[in-house]
């Protein structure tokens, strides 16, 4: 569980090329196989991850990122839902609609959720998740969940889920962390893993869920780790609270 720089603005482009993680989701360890049963692993239609986590919501709806969707349609994409394993078990379900926030920037990566429609329901003993409200998370704990790289040398994403744990942080502290860097808006939440380690490559859109009453309160959506630095910025997901209404109002 690593980063999730690979799309983006293009000042995020250039300080990716001189950020280095060290550890991801490095740093993560395989989760207990029912930590976040609602977990949907996305892949393309030829069945290969698609580097993107999801949440499932309703039987028939998958929140993502937007940023996993882009340029997407909902016949090159699949998911796979019920399975801590990305490669086996479970269900595997069709798209019917791709439904990406129509505000979402890849420039500001702001506004990064979409909703994938399902053409079939999933199975009836796949948990939903509950969303939650952030706010409630912040200085206390949080665990993210992902497929995403475990470390900096690694090539291969890990079939099974991996979990982080992190501590949630106030938009100011956020956004001061992450001043020069990237803009910080309200539709954004962040959190601080421990030392050198942070969501990465192929966690995006996958849930960051409240310890205390397993709430999922945001869906993983950037994070850099800068060298220069020597340590890494928050990482930063989608607000969920913010888009309760949008969300209300697109699931089936
Ligand atoms: C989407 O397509 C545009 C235009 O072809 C391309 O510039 C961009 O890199 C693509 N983005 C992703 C995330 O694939
Ligand atoms: C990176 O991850 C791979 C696969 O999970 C593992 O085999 C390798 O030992 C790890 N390398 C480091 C430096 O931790
Ligand atoms: C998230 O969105 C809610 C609802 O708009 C807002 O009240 C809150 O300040 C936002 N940010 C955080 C860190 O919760």
């Given at each position: 569980m690593l980063n999730s720089i690979t799309y983006g603005s293009s000042l995020l482009c250039l300080l990716l090329s001189i950020a280095k993680p060290i550890h991801a989701l490095d740093g993560g360890i395989e989760a207990p196989t029912n930590a976040a049963p609602y977990a949907a692993a996305l892949l393309s239609s030829d069945g290969d991850f698609h580097k993107c986590g999801g949440v499932l919501i309703?039987?028939?709806?998958?929140?993502?990122?937007?940023?996993?969707v882009q340029n997407e349609t909902s016949s090159s994409l699949k998911a796979r839902v019920g399975?801590?394993?990305?490669?086996?078990?479970?269900t595997v379900v069709n798209l019917d609609e791709i439904i990406q926030h129509p505000q979402y920037s890849t420039k500001t990566r702001d506004y990064d959720l979409a909703l994938l429609s399902l053409r079939e329901a999933a199975p009836d003993n796949v948990p939903l998740a509950v969303i939650g409200d952030f706010s409630a998370a912040i200085g206390s704990g949080v665990t993210m969940y992902g497929w995403g790289l475990t470390n900096y040398s690694d090539t291969e994403f890990p079939k099974k889920l991996q979990q982080l744990p992190a501590v949630g942080i106030t938009a100011e502290w956020c956004a001061d962390e992450w001043k020069n860097i990237h803009a910080i808006s309200n539709r954004m939440v962040c959190d601080w893993p421990p030392t050198e380690k942070a969501a990465w490559e192929g966690?995006?859109?996958g849930p960051v869920v409240n310890v205390l009453d397993g709430s999922v309160v945001g869906l993983i959506s950037f994070s850099i780790y800068d060298t220069n630095l020597k340590k890494a910025v928050p990482d930063v997901h989608t607000n969920l609270t913010y888009f309760k209404n949008w969300i209300m109002d697109n699931a089936i």
């Amino acid at each position: 569980m690593l980063n999730s720089i690979t799309y983006g603005s293009s000042l995020l482009c250039l300080l990716l090329s001189i950020a280095k993680p060290i550890h991801a989701l490095d740093g993560g360890i395989e989760a207990p196989t029912n930590a976040a049963p609602y977990a949907a692993a996305l892949l393309s239609s030829d069945g290969d991850f698609h580097k993107c986590g999801g949440v499932l919501i309703t039987p028939q709806t998958i929140l993502t990122a937007a940023s996993c969707v882009q340029n997407e349609t909902s016949s090159s994409l699949k998911a796979r839902v019920g399975s801590s394993d990305r490669t086996t078990s479970g269900t595997v379900v069709n798209l019917d609609e791709i439904i990406q926030h129509p505000q979402y920037s890849t420039k500001t990566r702001d506004y990064d959720l979409a909703l994938l429609s399902l053409r079939e329901a999933a199975p009836d003993n796949v948990p939903l998740a509950v969303i939650g409200d952030f706010s409630a998370a912040i200085g206390s704990g949080v665990t993210m969940y992902g497929w995403g790289l475990t470390n900096y040398s690694d090539t291969e994403f890990p079939k099974k889920l991996q979990q982080l744990p992190a501590v949630g942080i106030t938009a100011e502290w956020c956004a001061d962390e992450w001043k020069n860097i990237h803009a910080i808006s309200n539709r954004m939440v962040c959190d601080w893993p421990p030392t050198e380690k942070a969501a990465w490559e192929g966690d995006k859109g996958g849930p960051v869920v409240n310890v205390l009453d397993g709430s999922v309160v945001g869906l993983i959506s950037f994070s850099i780790y800068d060298t220069n630095l020597k340590k890494a910025v928050p990482d930063v997901h989608t607000n969920l609270t913010y888009f309760k209404n949008w969300i209300m109002d697109n699931a089936i």
